[in-house]
């Protein structure tokens, strides 16, 4: 048996990737859907810290399953030590290097329990979701561009619903709902991107149907630039 070879295909199953804030590399642990979780590493002067990458709130979009406020999972994820941040992503700080393999199992787990959680406390909204919508919709008139297009920030590496270029400009397309999580995490990933480069254009989607106050809608400029679902789809992300 040549175990060198067996470490190799385990570690390449791993799927290890440098990024522009450190490194990502796949767990072992399946989210509802069926998909791996992705744990991300940055590294600090001494220490790693580590986060799901929002994994948990994908896949409630996954299921279209809309939550009223993040108290609860909060809550939940402080009791083993875990933070959530505003724009949802989950992640525990101070990890040593010799800790790394069971950051992957921690963080992933954690993703975990709050995707279950927040499944089993929210409730599923009617028809496609906006970003399922979305991200097929611009891939048949934009086949030149990627759905889940990852790009790096100042701080750190993100994922957009839509991603193409348009001469040196990269348009980054985000769908939002009027819940507070969602238009934070749209305003921060903006605002992080735009720190980066001069020449993303961040567009943030919405859907009037979805009960927007002005003052919601208002914030999202404070990000990129915020555009209807129906201009969005009839071409009008070219001329933003």
Known sequence: MDWQSVKSAICEGRRFTQTAEGCSVLSDTLMPSGGLIKVHFVAKTDHLMAHDGGAAFDELARHAVEISSMRGVRRLLSETNFNLSDDGIIWRDRFSIEEAPIAVSLIADASLRAASYMMAKGKVSGG??????????LRRRFPNGHPN??????????????????GSRTILV???????????????????????????????????????????LGMLDLGGRSMEIDAALGGQLLAA
């Open 128 to 137: 496609i979701p906006l970003d399922e919508r979305l991200r097929d919709e």
């Open 149 to 166: 297009y990852e790009f790096a920030g100042k701080h750190r590496q993100h994922k957009f619903d839509f991603g193409m270029q348009d």
């Open 174 to 216: 985000q769908s939002v709902n009027p819940e507070q999580s969602s238009i934070a995490s749209a305003i921060l990933k903006g605002l992080d991107v735009k720190a980066e480069s001069s020449n993303v254009v961040p567009i943030f989607v919405f859907d009037r149907n979805d009960r927007w106050s002005s003052g919601s």
